[in-house]
Each structure stands twice: as structure tokens, then as C-alpha cells.
């Protein structure tokens, strides 16, 4: 098993900073927020430009995938930058067409992954019909997987507010048209719901680390009795708790990218979804009242970890799967 990125993946990262860092992705987040995804829906077509969406796709369909490593590089700077809109739940509903066409169902797959690969469709996607799906006001296509049957959405019901204001949720319209049914849907489900922890606990990921950076960044610069915060041995403590919570994170994600088990898949979620939620937490303490203002960039980033640590799956749900796998007769590969 390799855990160091190979010189491509590093580039692929660093070209995706970059692209992130020159798109103003603050702007776009607060676009977002109040309604208006136009500039959002502007980096989402960056990302998908630069194949992002793609990698959960095979070659048929014009993905370049599956490629679950690359994938948690993306998503990890997706998180540094915060990127709005309902990314998570575009690869998953990629996930799923790519893995009913593979189990013989190919129709809806050719129909919709061209638009979800390049960009230019937005999706998301709620695996029963019941819950809560992410953006449908903003997507153009709301997938729902409601036993064994995938369906568009005809509409939604009325949107309501998460912590993080960017998040909007509602439950979708029972019926619309019916896309697949049987059991390849549950197995493709099965599939989307792995590589949407994946890419969750990579955005977590992310998210933490954005915190980490801007509150170390604050802790040199402000001061107090003189001296800048950052020299206190408590504030020393507490970044250093924080990134050791992130670095730990870290292995277990790439090392889910690479067996890509359901086991492991859940103890990387669980692991980022906490460090990302202890760096907001440090970083709202050491900021101080500044911390809790809308005006101050740090709180786009505040509000996303704790949506994250539940998205797909809460710490409690990730770690009775860690446990029913470590424990149980075999262990089963989700195969990307």
C-alpha cells in the first residue's frame, strides 16, 4: 500500500489550488447563500474542466476514473476553499449511473453522466425518499433512490435552513420518472454511498485544515501583553492538538482511497468529520468574538464542519460499521 501522492497527484493538487485560490471562492459561497448560485455554478464548471467530476466515471461515459485517490485530492482542496453546491452528492449520482451501467442497466448513464462529468449539470442525490436532499433549488437534477428504484425528482418541498446557511435541504417530490429498478439499483446505491463517504471525509478534511491555516495566521499577528498569541504555550497546546487530530485524519483517508472498504471508508469519515469539527472549534476560541461575525471569511469555513461530520453518515452510524466490519465474518470490498 502507498500513502505518498505520486509527483501527478501533487500537481493535480496544486493546479487545483491554484484555480480555486484565483476564483474568489468567498464571493461565490456567499452568492450561494443568498440564492443566487450563478458564480458558484461558474467554479463548478472550472472543476469539472479540470476533470474533477470525472473521476468517479469510467472512460465510456468520457470519465477518466474510477480514481478514488485522485478523487480525495480534489475533494480535500474542494474543502480549503469551500467550494458551495452539492459536490459530494454530483459523485455519488456519478458513482451510482456508472455502476448500473456496469451491471447492465447502461440507458441512464449514457443519457446523464456526459453533463455530470464535464460540469455542466449539477446533481444531487438523497438514497431514500424520505430524506433530506442537498440543494435542489440549485440542482439541475434531483436523483432519489427509494428502495429499488432510482427516480428524478419532479420537485421539492420547502427548502429549510442547515448551520451552514450555503447547505439548503428539503425533502423531495414522491414519484417523477422512473430511471431503474431492481436489485442493481441497491448495489449501485451500495457503491454511491462509499464514494460519497469518501469525498466527505476528504472535504472534511479540507475544511479542517482551511481552520488550522487561518487560525494559526491570527494567532501570530494578534497580540496580547505584548506579545503575539501565538507564543503562549496554551494557544501552542491547542493548534498542536489540532493538527495532530488533522494528520491522523489524513492516512485514513488515503488509505480508504486505496482499499476502498467499507470498514475503512467509515473510519476515515468518522476521523475527518471530528478533526474538521475540532478545528472550528479551536479556531473559534482562539479568534475570540471576531470568530462569530458573518463578515470575517473564517465563519464560511466555521459552519461547514459540522454538516460534514453527519453528511452521509454520523460519527455514531461511521463507527458502528468500523465495528460490524472489524468484527464480522468477512471483510467486504466495495471494489471503485
Not at 38 to 66: K, S
Not at 163 to 190: K, Q, S
Not at 241 to 270: C, M, Q, S, Y
Request: proline content about 7%.
Amino acid at each position: 500500500m502507498r500513502f505518498l501522492p505520486t509527483d501527478e497527484q501533487r500537481d493535480f493538487a496544486r493546479s487545483l489550488d491554484a484555480m480555486l485560490s484565483a476564483a474568489d471562492t468567498p464571493t461565490a459561497i456567499r452568492a450561494w447563500a443568498a440564492g443566487d448560485p450563478g458564480p458558484g455554478r461558474a467554479v463548478w464548471r472550472r472543476l469539472g474542466e479540470a476533470g474533477v467530476f470525472g473521476l468517479a466515471a469510467p472512460e465510456a461515459y468520457e470519465g477518466v476514473g474510477p480514481l478514488p485517490v485522485e478523487l480525495a485530492h480534489a475533494f480535500v482542496e474542494s474543502g480549503r476553499h469551500a467550494v458551495p453546491g452539492p459536490l459530494v452528492e454530483t459523485v455519488a449520482a456519478t458513482a451510482l449511473l456508472a455502476e448500473l451501467a456496469e451491471r447492465g442497466e447502461p440507458g441512464p448513464a449514457k443519457r446523464l453522466l456526459p453533463g455530470l462529468v464535464a460540469g455542466g449539470t449539477v446533481a444531487t442525490l438523497v438514497l431514500a425518499q424520505d430524506g433530506l436532499v442537498l440543494d435542489p433549488d440549485a440542482a439541475d437534477l434531483v436523483l432519489v433512490v427509494a428502495g429499488d428504484e432510482l427516480r428524478i425528482a419532479r420537485g421539492h418541498g420547502e427548502l429549510r435552513i442547515s448551520a451552514d446557511p450555503v447547505r439548503r435541504l428539503a425533502r423531495p417530490a414522491p414519484g417523477g420518472e422512473l430511471l431503474a429498478a431492481g436489485p442493481g439499483v441497491v448495489a449501485a446505491a451500495r457503491q454511491a454511498r462509499r464514494w460519497a463517504l469518501l469525498a466527505t471525509a476528504a472535504q472534511s478534511l479540507g475544511v479542517g485544515l482551511a481552520l488550522l491555516d487561518r487560525t494559526v495566521a491570527y494567532a501570530k499577528q494578534r497580540t496580547q501583553f505584548g506579545a503575539a498569541i501565538a507564543s503562549f504555550q496554551a494557544v501552542k497546546h491547542r493548534l498542536g492538538n489540532t493538527l495532530i487530530g488533522l494528520e491522523f485524519a489524513r492516512p485514513l483517508l488515503f488509505g480508504a482511497a486505496l482499499t476502498f472498504e467499507d470498514g475503512d471508508l467509515a473510519a476515515a469519515k468518522v476521523a475527518a468529520g471530528e478533526a474538521a469539527y475540532a478545528a472550528a472549534a479551536t479556531a473559534l476560541q482562539l479568534h475570540g468574538a471576531i470568530g462569530y461575525t458573518e463578515e470575517l471569511d473564517l465563519s464560511l469555513w466555521l459552519r461547514k464542519a459540522r454538516p460534514l461530520r453527519d453528511a452521509w453518515g454520523s460519527p455514531s452510524w461511521c463507527r458502528e460499521r468500523v465495528l460490524a466490519v472489524a468484527t464480522g465474518p468477512t471483510r467486504p470490498h466495495g471494489r471503485p
